[in-house]
């Protein structure tokens, strides 16, 4: 996240006021009408009030047919939560190691195509990035040799970039050895969960200081194009030709705003086939408080330019999100956003923030019908799915130094 570990960009943490260990433990007043989702953090997570999970991986890792948990965590050794099928989560530890990193994001994959999903962390301080081949019964082989090079990690993505069927990993770089430069790993199909470092063949030579990467078909020809969220401007747009090799084309992205941008997150928000971008910003990670923060929506227009249509659909903010997601909390069948939510200067903990999909991708913040007004906390990024086998979406946040959350759907007939 920029380097959060030093004194130049660390969180301003003796002006934060901390959350009590039992402010997990809080309930809703009796008399509030039940949201869309409730939170089940006191009784259905292991509670690690001051842990820094920084992002969640959520993906069957023993084999029992429900999505458990690989947690990104900053300064203690990463965590694997197994899930008893009803979304109540048991700390399998020692499952990544015995040693700390300073991780800032998780990634679930089978990289080495043996039907078992694969976990990996990149780091940022130590730039010590790993690899961990999971044996399908919760169990894992460090296999971080295989990984081609070491770095500031502070983004993540995976995905087929090249067309070969396995899954490659591009890694975020905000650091000045590598000139904020990103990189480009493609999974060899010889030796499936070994990775070739194509980024001087692959990608463009620019510097980024990256936060965040999201791989989708940006530009509809079926292949994985890439947006890069940066801590200095510009987000950048690489188009893929198919075979993995990206060209620049950020001159897409109508950035008219100079952002300081966490996430970046791809949805079709109104509904006409084509994607979008969402982008969460930073007041400043660096006491410049004059960044603005406000959250943006980069709707696709039919030439594929994306025009910033914020103010048009999107609640004004003045908090900076370090994390959030795309999920459909109201079942109506429109991607609705969670949006994370810290005051700064201070990083104060705030209330986790919903938005509701009109359809027609315009958004009203239905937080008070949608999170439960004891979801408070330093929330980082996020991650959705149906954790209790119900039917209806999940919500799994991460938290720094303050308890990770898990928020509970409900199905139409509950919310009824």
């Not at 010889?190 to 980024?199: K, L």
């Not at 709707?299 to 910033?308: K, L, N």
């Not at 429109?334 to 990083?347: M, R, S, W």
Request: charged share 25%; net charge negative.
């Amino acid at each position: 996240m920029g380097s959060r570990a030093n004194g130049r960009h660390r969180p301003l943490l003796w002006a934060a006021p901390l959350l009590a260990a039992g402010a997990c433990q809080a309930q809703e007043p009796a008399d509030r009408p039940p949201t869309a989702l409730r939170d089940v953090t006191a009784t259905h997570l292991p509670q690690a009030p001051d842990l820094h999970a920084l992002d969640i991986a959520l993906a069957d890792f023993d084999g029992d047919g429900d999505l458990d948990a690989a947690l990104a965590v900053e300064g203690d050794v990463n965590r694997l939560y197994l899930n008893d099928g009803h979304g109540r989560f048991t700390w399998a530890e020692g499952a990544f190691g015995q040693r700390a990193h300073d991780t800032e994001h998780v990634r679930a994959a089978d990289f080495d195509r043996d039907g078992h999903i694969d976990v990996v962390f990149v780091a940022e301080d130590d730039r010590t990035h790993q690899l961990f081949l999971g044996r399908g019964d919760g169990r894992f082989v460090d296999a971080s040799d295989r990984l081609p090079a070491k770095s500031e990690g502070n983004g993540l993505a995976v995905g087929d970039v090249n067309g070969d069927g396995l899954p490659d990993i591009v890694v975020g770089n905000s650091g000045e050895e590598e000139g904020g430069r990103n990189f480009l790993w493609l999974n060899d199909p010889a030796r499936p969960g070994w990775f070739e470092d194509r980024t001087d063949t692959h990608l463009p030579a620019i510097g980024n200081r990256a936060q965040g990467v999201a791989l989708a078909d940006l530009d509809g020809d079926g292949d994985l194009d890439m947006a890069v969220a940066t801590e200095t401007p510009p987000t950048r747009l690489l188009i893929n030709d198919g075979t993995g090799r990206f060209t620049e084309a950020s001159d897409r992205l109508d950035q008219a705003t100079p952002l300081e941008t966490r996430e970046v997150h791809v949805l079709g928000a109104n509904g006409d086939g084509r994607p979008d971008l969402l982008l969460l910003n930073l007041t400043s990670n660096a006491g410049e408080w004059d960044k603005d923060p406000q959250a943006r929506l980069l709707v696709q227009d039919e030439s594929g330019r994306f025009i910033d249509e914020t103010a048009d659909r999107l609640p004004a903010n003045r908090f900076s999100s370090w994390g959030g997601a795309v999920m459909d909390f109201n079942g109506d069948g429109h991607p609705d956003l969670i949006v994370g939510a810290i005051a700064v200067p201070g990083f104060e903990p705030l209330q986790v923030r919903a938005y509701a999909n009109d359809g027609e991708g315009r958004f009203r913040d239905a937080t008070a019908a949608t999170i439960p007004s004891t979801t408070v906390g330093r929330s980082w990024s996020m991650a959705a799915g149906d954790l209790n086998g119900d039917g209806a979406e999940d919500l799994f946040i991460g938290g720094w130094g303050t308890q990770a959350r898990l928020l509970l759907g409900r199905t139409a007939s509950a919310r009824e």
